[in-house]
């Protein structure tokens, strides 16, 4: 007996389900999983190894470290933070730094506040050939002592040098006449007195011999004679410097002084005003400038224990004595060879030396 033709593939089996073969009709595809087992008690083949399983495992391992390391340099820098730099220490340096800076500002401007009323503006007046005072300078003073009805004010003599009358003008606009108690050229220093009833305030006199180069200073002056009490920070550039003094404008030195050099501006018409230290003390009295094109920041005080002593002579003779041999000499190289024989009685070898040619009269050699 023929067996039946099997079909040759699933296809064709399911082509041949239908009502007239006696098999149930196919059943329309759902979208619940199918199992892979047609029957329960039939064991399937195993299925075939998908070739790309590995190449995935090794993409998602790939992955996998390099999301770690992200993680890893996104936390690292707290983590470090944590370990290495502690907030409160960070915190705390900045504060400091911000309350020094607040400090060293308060100073100064406290300094200036102890002193800023005790200069002045000082006015000289010359008489004109129309008979009328006119302004030919201005410069500054410092208000140093208050002694009943009576201010003092000690300026540079250059200021008031030819003046036939001084005013003076206080901080808050007041001016006052002003009387030349005594002026020396050599140390360019004059005192003058003004009324104290509207004098509020008198500088405090520092200690100049203790100054530092490097320590902090302050110019007080009334530049150009427009800007009153103009503020002008600077530097102690050197303590001690001796510069030549041409007391009478022959183009000849005949004086050294000593002075402060400092960096502060000082402008013409600073002349005669404060030179003060952080605490507000009045350390020196502003006097000169180098005025060269290619000099910038040289200017120069008469240190206070230098001026104070000249202030007091100043005040109460009005005038600085100051000893001397009364002695008027010559070189005498400056005589000829037949005058040195014949008047001076001096031996041909002697070449070098100084002639006694007069005496001052009052000194101590006419005495």
């Known amino acids: ?52 399983a590995g190449k995935a495992f090794f993409v998602g391992l790939i992955g996998g470290i390099v999301g770690a390391l992200l993680i890893a340099l996104v936390a690292w820098p707290f983590v470090h933070d944590e370990m290495t730099s502690p907030t409160p220490v960070s915190s705390t340096t900045a504060e400091q730094t911000a309350t020094q800076t607040t400090e060293d500002e308060a100073d100064i401007v406290g300094a200036v506040g102890k002193t800023k009323e005790a200069v002045v503006s000082v006015t000289n007046l010359q008489s004109s050939f129309q008979g009328t005072d006119q302004e030919t300078g201005a410069g500054s003073g410092v208000i140093y002592k208050k002694d009943g009805n009576k201010a003092y004010v000690v300026t540079n003599y250059h200021v008031v040098e030819g003046a036939s009358r001084l005013s003076v003008t206080l901080s808050d606009g007041t001016a006052l006449e002003a009387k030349v108690l005594g002026e020396d050229p050599t140390y360019d220093l004059a005192v003058l007195s003004i009324d104290s009833s509207k004098v509020t305030q008198v500088a405090k006199l520092g200690d100049s011999d203790t100054l530092r180069a490097g320590e902090t200073v302050l110019a007080i002056g009334n530049p150009l004679g427009i800007f009153a009490n103009s503020v002008t920070r600077g530097v102690i550039s050197a303590q001690e410097r001796t510069v030549p003094v041409d007391t009478n404008k022959d183009g000849q030195q005949d004086f050294n002084t000593e002075v402060i050099q400092t960096d502060a501006a000082i402008n013409p018409g600073n002349s005669g005003g404060a030179l003060i230290n952080t605490a507000g003390q009045l350390i020196g009295i502003n006097s000169m400038k180098i005025a060269e094109a290619s000099v910038e920041g040289v200017g120069f005080a008469i240190p206070i224990n230098e001026a104070l002593p000249i202030m007091r002579d100043l005040e109460q003779n009005g005038e600085v004595v100051r000893p001397q041999l009364g002695i008027q000499i010559r070189d005498v190289q400056e005589f000829p060879s037949g005058y040195r024989e014949d008047r001076l009685k001096l031996p041909d070898d002697v070449t070098k030396g100084i002639v006694v040619v007069g005496l001052t009269r009052n000194s101590g050699a006419e005495k």
């Open 1 to 52: 007996m023929d067996r039946p033709e099997e079909p040759r593939n699933e296809s064709e089996r399911y082509e041949q389900s239908s009502d007239e073969s006696g098999f149930p009709p196919r059943q329309p595809a759902t979208s619940e999983p199918v199992s892979p087992y047609r029957e329960p008690y039939e064991e399937q083949p195993e299925p075939p190894r998908r070739r790309g």
